[in-house]
């Protein structure tokens, strides 16, 4: 059971660090966003560049802050049922969910998008529009990446519901 719980601090312990990076990559955006929005009101001009940007930082924001969002349990859902729950029935739940769809849903967004990054990574490719971003392998690489993330930090909240169901059934012999 140690085992598990240090393997479950180090999938955390990763997560967090990501997501701090993340952050960093937030504020980067919201200095893009700003300065599009002066471009375009104060001068009447904009870029392909800028707007690419835009949703490029938008992107990896939100692929690769999959993990540390789930690590926070901050995923949007409905939990209306779920936060009156005890902490047995809500660990069942999460076990349940990380073993039928979390971890399948990673698993197939993962093999079916390594081909698609391959191939995106081999030829270094670049934005189709005159004057684009020439790094959309990046962020083509960022869907494989993120999932992955997410994919660790579902089968760490995987073992920490087991350990709970675990320890409430020792609890009970």
């Not at 020439?134 to 990446?145: C, E, N, Q, S």
């Amino acid at each position: 059971m140690e085992i598990l719980k240090r393997l479950c601090r180090v999938i955390d312990a990763f997560n967090e660090w990501i997501g701090r990076g993340v952050a960093f990559v937030a504020v980067g955006l919201v200095a893009v966003v700003f300065a599009d929005v002066v471009m375009r009101y104060a001068f009447r001009r904009s870029s392909v560049v800028i707007q690419e940007l835009e949703w490029h930082l938008f992107g990896l924001i939100f692929l690769i802050g999959a993990g540390y969002t789930l690590l926070y349990d901050s995923h949007v859902r409905v939990d209306i049922i779920y936060q009156r729950l005890k902490p047995l029935a809500r660990a069942w739940i999460n076990f349940i969910g990380v073993i039928t769809f979390l971890i399948p849903g990673c698993l197939m967004v993962i093999i079916t998008s390594w081909k698609f990054t391959y191939n995106s990574w081999s030829v270094l490719e670049g934005s189709p529009d005159p004057g684009g971003i020439p790094l959309r392998f990046i962020m083509k690489g960022a869907i494989t990446v993120g999932f992955a993330l997410l994919l660790i930090q579902g089968v760490a909240l995987g073992l920490k519901s087991l350990m709970v169901i675990m320890e409430k059934g020792e609890a009970k012999e």
